[in-house]
């Protein structure tokens, strides 16, 4: 068993759903903001975008109730890396997803990029950076480590 150092359960339990509830909102209330990040030169936005938008509010809403909810009920390392692995591999869709975006927009000099491109990237890729450190163990002291210490 481990402990979950102060900083990863801050990340994941408080920032990771303040991004992710803020989201879900902001894909509910404000659809058209997703349609100019990711496909403002390929199409315009519609109802019938707004729909499937609500849908990616859905998934986001989902994972701020999982990291929000779930994570402050349990101590257990190994649900907790459950998480987040299954995170990370929405992480890195995500990447994928802003790339290809960014593609099909001619925008993947950073030149060209708006505040909200950067903000996107820079987000994603330390939230990567902040769960691929938790999943290595990094900073998280095992109990038997924990125990020759205090001896």
Same mark, same amino acid.
């Given at each position: 068993?481990?402990?979950?150092p102060?900083f990863y359960?801050?990340a994941f339990?408080?920032f ?20 100019e990040?990711?496909?403002r030169s ?5 109802e019938?975008?707004?729909? /499937?938008?609500?849908?990616i ?18 101590d ?10 299954a ?7 995500m /990447?994928?997803?802003l790339?290809?975006?960014a593609q099909?927009?001619?925008t993947?000099?950073p030149?060209s990029?708006?505040a ?11 939230v990567?950076v ?7 163990? /990094?900073?998280?002291?095992k109990e ?8």
């Open positions: 068993m481990a402990r979950i102060t359960r801050v339990t408080w990771d759903v303040l991004i992710s509830a803020g989201t879900a909102v902001m894909a509910y209330a404000r659809p058209q903001i997703f349609t990040m990711y496909v390929m199409v315009a936005h519609t019938e975008i707004a729909v /499937v938008i609500w849908c509010g859905a998934m986001f809403a989902y994972h701020a109730i999982i990291q929000g909810v779930v994570l402050r009920y349990t257990d390392l190994r649900v907790w890396k459950a998480s987040q692995f995170t990370l591999v929405l992480d890195w869709q /990447v994928f997803i790339y290809a975006a099909r927009q001619g993947l000099d030149a990029w708006t909200n491109d950067w903000g996107s990237w820079i987000l994603t890729a330390g990567i902040i769960r691929t450190m938790f999943l290595l163990d /990094v900073g998280i002291a038997a480590q924990l125990a020759k210490k205090v001896a």
